[in-house]
């Protein structure tokens, strides 16, 4: 028998089953034991059979395609045995990176292309691109920048998305990687090689030091000549003494050629110390890693590896099984050992505040203690946990939530900038605030996923000097926030004003149930960064009203779907169902309990209700075994175990029910086990990937289930919307909520409790709310919207929905936030309803967002100032102009951005209010008042009737010609006078 519990742990868990029935299968099929086979000639003469059985003529197609399936299982049988590939889990992923490296190279004069062509890959796979520096497109980057894009704290799933991506535009042969264990990422605050331009730090020549070293890298590690060495050496120093580089530089040289290089990341030379690798050689290479190694230093210390690698006793052989066995073993807990002071973020050469003790004791006196008791309880709190913490820590320690703390580090931050008037550090296009007064560093595996705050040391010398024994850390009840935003809020203004960008703002304050004063003051990105988590997590949802927007896409419709009838995917028929909109699944997922009971049945968060017929309908041999056994079964075995693009369903049909069962169901997916047409006789929930056992004689694709209830006979069809199940043996119930489920589920096991613990807030966001037939969209939840018929409110309501007869009402922890552009239509003529069951807050143009703000002299607060008076005047206050259209002229303050704002935005949304009354527009801009021509936006010319028509008299009166005048956009003097 062959060693199938080892042989499933090398090949992995997804192939695991896979791999190991196939190989049962031909020792059933052959009659061998693999294990002797090996041992008598390494499976040669098993393996030759098999391959020869696969060119008979005599066996039907399934028969054909299962020895072809024995036979690659056999071989990667045979090289687990025999050693000659590695382990699923130490290095696919090699021969990638390689090859990318080598596709790079060539664009080490090309960067314009490579840029462009990476922007467009992202574009392509629907995600935003990372080559920004602020809010603009970079224009170089260098080798190891583009590896980190990919190689970072980023989930795996987007990790292969990304990959793929560059296989196909750069046309990279090798297996997309498989695994990703081992592989050194980098810290998401530093995910560059560089400093962004305008920063001091910025070297001229920093990005090209990086290509070159790039290069000379690969040749060395290619060649090992000591010409390619002494090269190698040559470019590494100076591209060690650049900004932000430090161990990362050890990190991309791994990445492009593991082989070669060592990585010495964080987690490898904690392993290094631990002693475990090749002792005592690398415990002595640890000594030398107190500071990154010099260019001679870090070729020596390979050289050294190596030779301890090629002894006989070392159980590792080269620098991949190092990273990789590095991390297994620092994902263990390992004993607290105080960090270096350069383990912190930032050091005081990338940013020192140069603030001393009696500089932090008045601020701390002056600011901080008698105006901000939040900051000063989480100081309290961190100086009992020695001065630093991370914000986890200090919610579980002293109550409170993570975002408290993280607010209170931003805030407390951005005051100090403001009262010291220090400029700080930018990295990833956000200004980290918080490293005024303190340091930190990511701590956790795979690089951290929690960020440790250390106090800075002046600030904990005055903090030390303060009376602060009035100050408790606890966070007590009666301290426990509550968010000040309604539940309903609408954001009204004219256009660019920020109402969608402080939708934003205002969603964070309601899931982090904080005050919208506590989130402004944190950095914006920061805060942008939480509010798309929350979307991930179905927290947040964003919708636009539009003419045509109606209550079935609102709330609940009749749609038609095509249904598969019988088991050849050829008798579709059309049939109508009840399909919830976007707001009534909206709420359903706000008011869904968490658990049933005391049990956890692994329900994911946002699940798919499968139908499931065992072997059909009614009492049978397959039911009863699935029930018993805890799993599902299917048919279609003539198409053997796996199923591709290439499979041909002409004959026996299934290829929508194959599809769903093993790659559309997941883990956490529930399944009603059909019974008849109307009911049910059980309920579970997935457990298990799609397996084939070759035991069975019929109905071998198997899923492993959890049953919750079962031996129950449930009507489902007013659940289903009044439809009756179908013949297929699986597909969804889209008209069934996991609300019902529950509902279910506490009907037949009555000791189960629905529980729902403290309700988390969730947000639902309508851009353009103005711009829809509110009737017709919230038909009769236009009642249920009012804070107090909410569910869950003592005089809470629900209505029964005209198409699923449901009863329905929207739960008091869903918030709806609405943004309305006064100059699309106006709030005096809004839905008389909607304005009694909103708070309106108004969203006026706010030129002091723009002060500082200059072009060549013309200060651009001043001119919007000056611009909305006469609108005002001439039209009204809800048909200024907002101040988001200057706002890139804060970090672009160039006539040429200024002159493109006027082009594309300001001019057009003139002609828009005034509808083309070019006298009123040249008020506004000042053109009148203009004795040059040329400063002029629009000049006027008097119409010569004789000169166009002769000395006929066609009865107009005198009239001005009007034209826009390209050349003032580009002169200064043209704002200058406005």
Not at 456 to 478: C, F
Not at 538 to 556: A, D, K, L, N, V
Not at 586 to 601: I, K, M
């Amino acid at each position: 028998m062959f060693d199938r519990e080892q042989f499933y742990a090398y090949v992995g868990d997804k192939s695991g089953s896979s791999y190991c029935s196939g190989l049962a299968r031909a020792e059933r099929t052959y009659s061998v034991d693999i294990n002797e086979e090996y041992g008598r000639d390494q499976c040669a003469d098993l393996l030759a059979r098999i391959e020869a059985d696969k060119k008979r003529n005599d066996l039907d197609p399934a028969e054909i395609k299962s020895r072809s399936d024995m036979a690659s299982h056999l071989k990667r049988y045979i090289a687990y045995k025999s050693g000659a590939v590695q382990s699923v889990h130490s290095g696919t992923w090699v021969p990638f990176y390689m090859e990318f490296a080598d596709a790079l190279l060539p664009f080490i004069n090309k960067r314009d292309e490579l840029l462009e062509r990476l922007n467009k890959m992202f574009q392509s796979i629907g995600m935003p691109s990372p080559f920004r520096e602020k809010d603009k497109p970079m224009d170089d980057v260098d080798p190891f920048s583009v590896f980190g894009c990919f190689n970072k704290g980023i989930s795996n799933e987007n990790r292969i998305r990304i990959i793929t991506a560059i296989a196909k535009e750069f046309g990279i042969k090798a297996a997309i990687p498989s695994d990703f264990d081992g592989i050194p990422v980098l810290n998401n605050m530093r995910a560059y090689f560089f400093a962004f331009k305008g920063d001091p730090h910025r070297g001229e020549h920093d990005i090209d030091n990086l290509w070159q070293l790039f290069r000379f890298a690969l040749n060395y590690a290619d060649n090992s000549s000591e010409q390619d060495r002494s090269y190698f050496e040559i470019h590494y120093d100076p591209v060690l003494k650049q900004s932000i580089i430090r161990w990362n530089i050890t990190m991309g040289l791994f990445w492009i050629r593991p082989y070669a290089y060592i990585n010495l990341d964080e987690r490898n030379r904690k392993y290094l110390a631990m002693g475990q690798a090749f002792p005592p050689v690398d415990i002595v290479i640890s000594e030398k890693l107190k500071k990154v190694p010099s260019a001679v230093e870090y070729t020596r210390i390979i050289d050294e590896c190596k030779a301890a690698m090629e002894h006989p006793n070392c159980s590792i052989r080269n620098f991949v099984e190092l990273s990789n066995a590095a991390w297994r073993a620092t994902t263990a807990v390992q004993p607290a050992q105080p960090p270096a002071d350069d383990e912190y973020w930032p050091s005081l050469e990338e940013f020192d505040p140069k603030l001393s003790k009696d500089d932090w004791k008045k601020y701390i006196l002056e600011v901080e203690l008698p105006h901000h008791p939040d900051p000063m309880k989480m100081l309290k709190g961190m100086m009992l946990l020695g001065g630093e913490a991370t914000c986890k820590k200090l919610a579980d320690v002293y109550g409170g939530t993570y975002n408290r703390y993280v607010g209170c580090t931003a805030s407390f931050g951005r005051r100090a900038k403001k009262y010291f008037h220090l400029d700080t550090h930018t990295t990833d296009e956000r200004d980290r605030v918080y490293i005024i007064p303190f340091q930190g560093r990511w701590i956790g595996a795979e690089g951290g996923n929690n960020y440790s705050y250390r106090i800075r040391p002046e600030l904990m010398e005055a903090l030390q000097e303060i009376d602060l024994s009035g100050i408790s850390p606890y966070v007590t009840e009666d301290e426990k926030p509550m968010t000040d935003v309604r539940l309903n809020t609408i954001l009204y203004g004219p256009p660019g004003t920020g109402k969608t960008y402080h939708t934003v703002i205002y969603a964070v304050a309601i899931i982090e149930n904080r005050t919208l004063a506590s989130v402004t003051e944190e950095d914006y990105n920061a805060v942008l960064e939480r509010y798309n988590e929350y979307k991930e997590q179905g927290r947040i949802e964003f919708t636009t009203f539009h003419q045509s927007f109606g209550y079935e896409e609102f709330i609940e419709g009749i749609r038609p779907t095509v249904t598969v009838e019988d088991e050849t995917d050829n008798g579709g028929d059309v049939r109508y169902s009840v399909q919830s909109g976007i707001f009534k699944r909206f709420c359903e997922r706000a008011e869904r309990p968490t658990n049933v009971g005391t049990s956890d049945y692994g329900i994911n968060d946002n699940p798919t209700i499968w139908k499931v017929s065992l072997d059909g309908t009614g009492d049978n041999p397959i039911r009863t075994e699935c029930l018993q056994k805890g799993h599902i079964r299917i048919a279609w075995d003539e198409y053997g175990e796996i199923i591709t693009d290439t499979t041909d369903f002409s004959k026996h049909g299934g290829r929508v029910v194959l599809n769903a069962f093993i790659n559309n169901m997941q883990i956490g997916d529930i399944v009603f086990s059909c019974y008849s047409a109307s009911t049910i006789d059980a309920i579970g929930v997935v457990t298990g990937d799609y397996e084939w056992h070759d035991e069975y004689p019929r109905l071998k694709r198997l899923r492993k289930v959890k049953w919750i209830v079962k031996g129950i006979q449930e009507n489902i069809v007013s659940l289903n919307g009044g439809t009756a199940m179908t013949l297929a043996s699986v597909y969804r119930l889209n008209n069934i909520s996991l609300t019902d489920v529950y509902q279910l589920i506490e009907k037949h096991r009555p000791t189960a409790t629905l529980v729902q613990p403290e309700k988390k807030n969730y947000v639902f966001i309508i851009d353009e709310i103005n711009r829809g037939n509110i009737s017709k969209i919230f038909g009769e939840l236009i009642t249920l919207l009012e804070e107090s018929k909410r569910v869950g409110k003592p005089e809470g309501m629900t209505a029964r929905l005209p198409y699923s007869q449901k009863p329905f009402g929207v739960p008091d922890n869903v918030y709806i936030i609405g943004t309305m552009n006064t100059a699309d239509r106006s709030i005096a003529v809004i839905d008389t309803a909607l304005r009694r069951r909103f708070l309106f807050r108004e969203m006026q143009p706010d030129a002091q967002v723009l002060d500082g703000a200059t072009v060549e002299g013309v200060s651009i607060s001043d001119m919007l100032n000056r611009m909305n008076k006469r609108i005002a005047v001439l039209y009204d206050r809800e048909h200024t102009i907002g101040h988001a259209y200057f706002i890139k002229l804060k970090d672009n303050s160039t006539v040429e951005m200024l002159a493109e704002i006027f082009r594309n935005n300001i001019i057009p949304l003139l002609q828009e209010y005034f509808y083309e009354d070019y006298e009123k527009i040249r008020l506004v801009l000042g053109d009148s008042r203009k004795t040059d021509i040329s400063t002029q936006f629009i000049t006027v010319h008097e119409n010569d009737y004789v000169d166009l028509f002769g000395s006929t008299d066609i009865g107009l009166d005198e009239s001005n010609a009007y034209e826009i005048n390209d050349e003032a956009f580009e002169n200064i003097d043209s704002y200058r006078t406005i």
